[in-house]
Structure formats: C-alpha cells, structure tokens
C-alpha cells in the first residue's frame, strides 16, 4: 500500500476512498492506537492526493446490492461499490472481497502477518 501512495504523490496515479472507509480507517487505527494518534495518522494522508468520495445515492445503492448478497461488510460494500462505479480497481487483501470479485476488479494486496 506504501507504493500505491508513494505513486499518488507522484501523480502517476488516482486513489480514491469513500467517506465510509475513511472513518473505518479512523475507527481501525484508533482501535489499535487512540482517537487522537488515529486522527493524527490520517491527517498526514492529507499531504497525498487522495480523493475522498462522498456517499451518494448511486454509491448506497450499489453498496446496498452488494450487502444484500451476504457475505461482506458494510463498509467493504462501500469501497466495492466504489470500485464498481467507477470501474476502478479496489485493492485490499480483505478475502471478503471475492464475494463481489466477478463483478469487481480486485487487485490483491500481500497478506500481512498478525503478530
């Protein structure tokens, strides 16, 4: 993931996130840290080109659609929602994601160790 947004930076390529997955981001890393380290975590994203997506109808639709089918998160239903709107690769390493791989490009990320 590094890469990806060492990349951004450079402007070779677009990354997006949906204003969903960007508070589950906040969520995730205040979990393991706290809600000040979390938030501090994420405003240093700021300085990278990172277009954050707001909710539509379109989006909560297609999210909707994919949750319906069982089998993922919510929130994951969001960032495969994206990826299907915009017909854009959704990268991750969540397996959740091959519940919607036949209709959603997924480019996996490596697994990390949970030590």
């Not at 677009?14 to 969903?20: N, W």
């Not at 960007?22 to 969520?27: D, K, L, N, Q, S």
Request: one cysteine or more; a neutral charge; aromatic letters at 8%.
């Amino acid at each position: 993931m590094e890469d990806v947004l060492v990349q951004a930076s450079r402007r070779e390529l677009v990354v997006s996130i949906s204003t969903v997955n960007w508070g589950e981001m906040v969520y995730v890393i205040g979990r393991k840290m706290s809600d000040i380290d979390a938030l501090h975590w994420v405003g240093r994203l700021d300085s990278v080109p990172v277009d954050v997506v707001p909710v539509d109808r379109l989006l909560a639709n297609q999210a909707a659609i994919f949750k319906r089918r069982g089998g993922i998160s919510y929130a994951d239903c969001f960032a495969a929602a994206l990826g299907y709107v915009r017909n854009a690769p959704v990268l991750t390493g969540d397996r959740e994601f091959q519940k919607v791989a036949p209709e959603v490009d997924i480019e996996w990320l490596p697994q990390r160790s949970r030590a």
